[in-house]
């Protein structure tokens, strides 16, 4: 079994940063792909960027410019690195964990984060 967990959300100004953070534990065999997703209240769970094993990255439209992805293989740990900040980026942000074992693949969420965004 994979546990994720999230850090670093809060409450920010508008044209602030935040930097997220998350780590996956556990019996883990290999991981394909880590990405950030958000929801805000009312609203359907969107993807905000993914990376791949091969740092392969992936930006929703509405943050590109503003936030980076990253990921440090060794310590199963993903980054989002978010920048002027808006308050439409006022969400609920989850950690997703892809893991590749001979059956197939497998997936895994964090609890997730509130980021707030005040105007």
């Known amino acids: 079994q994979v546990q994720v967990v999230e850090s670093g959300g809060g409450l920010v100004q508008a044209g602030g940063s935040l930097r997220l953070s998350c780590a996956a534990s556990?019996?883990?065999?290999?991981?394909?792909?880590m990405g950030w997703y958000r929801q805000a209240p009312g609203k359907q769970r969107d993807l905000v960027a993914d990376i791949t094993s091969g740092r392969r990255t992936n930006y929703a439209d509405s943050v590109k410019g503003r936030f980076t992805i990253s990921r440090d293989n060794a310590k199963n740990t993903v980054y989002l690195q978010m920048n002027n900040l808006k308050p439409e980026d006022t969400a609920v942000y989850y950690c997703?964990?892809?893991?590749?074992?001979?059956?197939?693949?497998?997936?895994?969420w964090g609890q997730g984060t509130q980021v707030t965004v005040s105007s």
């Open positions: 556990g019996s883990i065999f290999s991981i394909n792909a």
């Open positions: 997703n964990v892809i893991e590749e074992r001979r059956r197939g693949f497998y997936d895994y």
